[in-house]
């Protein structure tokens, strides 16, 4: 059993920056991939960023990539994202999560356990 609990989701400005946080109550905190996804209201589940077994592999929506960075703290049993440039369609509320799978996947049905979410509000 996954625990996954996120934090630091907040309101922020158009252009602004917040970090986000995903600890995970795992003893194979290091084994699968954790990713980040976003769902705003009315709208699907979408994918926005995965980070590997090294922080080396990592994947990211084509919307966030060059603004958002995906990392974690295997010390401290936390996956973070570094949203900069943030922009009104990145409203949502941000959810982590763990796949089994060893490769790296952007799908959210491949993914198992799940945080609680987190909402993100950026005002123009």
């Known amino acids: 059993q996954v625990q996954l609990v996120e934090s630091g989701g907040g309101l922020v400005q158009a252009g602004g920056s917040l970090r986000l946080s995903c600890e995970v109550s795992?003893?194979?905190?290091?084994?699968?991939?954790l990713a980040w996804f976003r769902q705003a209201p009315g709208k699907e589940r979408d994918f926005v960023a995965v980070?590997?077994?090294?922080?080396?592999?990592?994947l990211y929506a084509d919307s966030v990539k060059g603004r958002f960075t995906i990392s974690k703290d295997v010390a401290k049993n936390t996956v973070y994202l570094h949203m900069t440039n943030l922009k009104t369609e990145d409203t949502a509320v941000y959810s982590c999560?763990?796949?089994?799978?060893?490769?790296?996947?952007?799908?959210?049905?491949?993914?198992?356990?799940w945080g609680q979410g987190t909402q993100v509000t950026v005002s123009s």
């Open positions: 795992s003893r194979t905190f290091n084994s699968y991939p």
């Open positions: 980070i590997g077994r090294t922080r080396d592999s990592t």
């Open positions: 999560a763990r796949t089994r799978r060893t490769l790296l996947t952007t799908r959210p049905e491949l993914y198992d356990s």
